[in-house]
């Protein structure tokens, strides 16, 4: 059974992110099919951070849309006045691992909008009702979760 709040570096399911949402397969680099597929998450109730200035934070898979979007609903409800903020989604960049999920659109480093640490655990409690394949509490700047494809 999940856990309702996570404590720092807890998972769910306790298991690799690779056995849980399945292989990483390939980069999706700009301007291919691949990344045509991907959706832009244009959802009002969802703070992105986009510290790149290019929208890249809200390109993601259409299931991890869902996954998100009905996130943001749950923190709306959990913390009344706050929004579910997204750190990163889809990136093509060279600071994730060379296998991160980020890279196939899968992927999400999540904070609520006032950025307080103290609401992580239950923020990733949240994202494994939300439907969220896989959720780890990675440190106290965000939780990470991602989706099969």
Excluded: C, Y
Excluded at 33 to 61: C, S
Excluded at 104 to 116: K, L, Q
Excluded at 128 to 138: I, L, N, T
Aim: net charge negative; aromatic share 8%; glycine share 6%.
């Amino acid at each position: 059974m999940a856990p309702k709040v996570f404590t720092p570096r807890q998972k769910f399911p306790d298991e690799s992110e690779a056995a849980a949402v399945g292989p990483f397969q390939a980069a999706i680099k700009r301007g291919t099919p691949e990344f045509a597929k991907l959706v832009k998450n244009e959802n009002p109730d969802i703070v992105f951070k986009d510290e790149e200035h290019t929208g890249d934070d809200r390109m993601m898979t259409s299931r991890l849309s869902a996954r998100v979007d009905d996130l943001a609903a749950r923190v709306k409800r959990e913390f009344p006045g706050l929004k579910l903020r997204i750190t990163e989604a889809w990136d093509d960049s060279t600071i994730h691992a060379p296998t991160s999920r980020h890279l196939e659109g899968r992927a999400v480093d999540i904070t609520t909008s006032d950025v307080d640490h103290h609401k992580l655990g239950r923020l990733a409690g949240l994202a494994v009702e939300a439907g969220f394949d896989w959720v780890f509490f990675e440190n106290d700047l965000h939780v990470h979760a991602s989706v099969k494809k």
